[in-house]
Nanobody, 122 residues
Framework: QVQLVESGGGLVQAGGSLRLSCAAS????????MDWYRQTPEKQRELVAT???????NYADSVKGRFTISRDNAKNTASLQMNSLEPEDTGTYYC????????????????WGPGTQVTVSS
């Protein structure tokens, strides 16, 4: 079994910064991608940033230039540095990872953390 746990959410004023962290543990052979999603009551869950094991990065247009995703492959952790936060960034942020759980199991599975709340006040 694999567990993902996020930390670092909170309340911040517009223009401020927060850093989210995610740690993956359990039965892990290889972490293919580590991603951050966010969800609000008004919107579907959206992909914010993704980082592959080979270093390819993609961001949602709405966060480009403000958010930075990083990961430590050796520790199976990922972070999301969020700067110049806007009220529109408010939501529940989820860490998600595509993980191959064993050498025998060739198919990778997607796992999710429970989420951490980010609230940006205007």
């Amino acid at each position: 079994q694999v567990q993902l746990v996020e930390s670092g959410g909170g309340l911040v004023q517009a223009g401020g910064s927060l850093r989210l962290s995610c740690a993956a543990s359990g039965s892990i052979f290889r972490v293919e991608t580590m991603d951050w999603y966010r969800q609000t009551p008004e919107k579907q869950r959206e992909l914010v940033a993704t980082l592959t094991s080979t270093g390819n990065i993609n961001y949602a247009d709405s966060v480009k230039g403000r958010f930075t995703i990083s990961r430590d492959n050796a520790k199976n952790t990922a972070s999301l540095q969020m700067n110049s936060l806007e009220p529109e960034d408010t939501g529940t942020y989820y860490c998600s990872a595509l993980i191959r759980t064993s050498l025998i199991r060739r198919v990778s599975e997607r796992f999710w953390g429970p989420g951490t709340q980010v609230t940006v006040s205007s």
